[in-house]
């Protein structure tokens, strides 16, 4: 006498319970990579601030277009042991009223780890259009010595620890409000960026 085969219900029951077992063995053991390696990296935030900044060439004409040239040092510090950084393509702007009115790039770099890099950027506003409101009160601005700008920094980025590549990442960094003297005598004060990653 053949033994009797089991309800199909209670069939589809076992491989349904035995699927979920796997999936949830999965799910722990990538968990506990991901954990490891977190633990081994111990990924530290980067930091960047603005250390110098000035404005040279300012002619703001009749009809509010500008033209200018905004030079400015970022300090990025990578506090990282075990995380180096690929910068494959930054780009770098000074807004001023949410307005653009400066833009330049920067040529792709490599940071090791503990390291700090300064970046230079020359952004030049060439002929930019500025509403009426931002450029009456950009005129103000230069009559009494200093304007804040903000200094915003998109990069696409990589990590490299060991001989692992991670995908690119968008970095976006906002240093605002930087107060930015129309005289080089004055002294500059260092302003601190908020990072986004």
Known sequence: MANPQPPRSLTQAMLVRTIAIVLLALIIL??????????????????YTVE????????????????????????????????????????????????TVAFTTVDPFFQPRRNVTHLGLNLMARDAA?????????????SSGEVELDI??????????????SRHRTLRILCSPTM??????????????DVDL
Not at 130 to 142: F, H, I, T
């Open 180 to 193: 930015v003297h129309f005289s080089s005598s004055k002294g500059f004060k260092r302003t601190y960026c």
């Open 52 to 99: 110098e900044g000035s404005i040279h060439g300012f002619n703001l004409t009749q009809n509010n277009h500008l033209n200018a040239t905004f030079n400015f040092v970022i300090r990025a510090y990578n506090p990282n042991t075990k995380i180096s950084i690929y910068y494959d393509k930054v780009e770098a702007y000074v807004f001023y009223y949410d307005e």
């Open 130 to 142: 500025l509403e009426g409101a931002a450029a009456k009160d950009l005129r103000l601005k230069k």
């Open 30 to 47: 990538v968990g506990l990579s991901v954990l490891i390696i977190w633990l081994a990296v111990r990924p530290k935030r980067l930091v």
């Open 152 to 165: 915003r920094v998109k990069a696409k980025i990589r990590f490299k620890v060991g001989v692992w590549k």
